[in-house]
C-alpha cells in the first residue's frame, strides 16, 4: 500500500501542488496546505485504498480537480471499469 500512497503523492506534486506529509487512504475528505504554507488548507484529496486503489485531489484556491487511479482503464476488466466508474459518480467533493 505505501507504494500506492507514494504514486497519488507523485500524482498531486505532478499537478504543481504540494502534497501533504501524510495521505490516508480511507475514504474521506482530507485538507491540506497545496502551497506549503501553514496558513493554507485549501488543498483536499480523498483515496480509497480497497478494490482498484483510486481517488481525486485538488485545490480550491487554484481551481483544480484531478482524478487518480492506480490502473488504467485498459488494463482493467469491463467489471472493474463499471466499479470504478460508479465510485467515480458517487464521490462529491
Request: glycine content about 10%; charged content about 25%; hydrophobic content about 30%.
Given at each position: 500500500?505505501?507504494?500506492?500512497?507514494?504514486?497519488?503523492?507523485?500524482?498531486?506534486l505532478?499537478?504543481?501542488?504540494?502534497?501533504?506529509?501524510?495521505?490516508h487512504?480511507?475514504?474521506?475528505?482530507?485538507?491540506?496546505?497545496?502551497?506549503?504554507?501553514?496558513?493554507?488548507?485549501?488543498?483536499?484529496?480523498?483515496l480509497?485504498?480497497?478494490?482498484?486503489?483510486?481517488?481525486?485531489?485538488?485545490?480550491?484556491?487554484?481551481?483544480?480537480?484531478?482524478?487518480?487511479?492506480s490502473?488504467?482503464?485498459?488494463?482493467m476488466?469491463?467489471?472493474?471499469?463499471?466499479?470504478?466508474r460508479?465510485?467515480?459518480?458517487?464521490?462529491?467533493?
Amino acid at each position: 500500500m505505501t507504494d500506492l500512497v507514494e504514486r497519488f503523492r507523485v500524482a498531486i506534486l505532478a499537478s504543481g501542488l504540494t502534497p501533504p506529509s501524510e495521505i490516508h487512504g480511507d475514504g474521506k475528505l482530507h485538507r491540506f496546505s497545496s502551497s506549503g504554507k501553514s496558513s493554507d488548507d485549501s488543498g483536499w484529496y480523498v483515496l480509497h485504498l480497497d478494490g482498484i486503489p483510486a481517488g481525486s485531489f485538488g485545490c480550491w484556491r487554484k481551481g483544480i480537480t484531478q482524478q487518480w487511479c492506480s490502473k488504467s482503464t485498459t488494463e482493467m476488466t469491463q467489471a472493474e471499469r463499471d466499479a470504478h466508474r460508479h465510485l467515480s459518480s458517487d464521490t462529491k467533493i
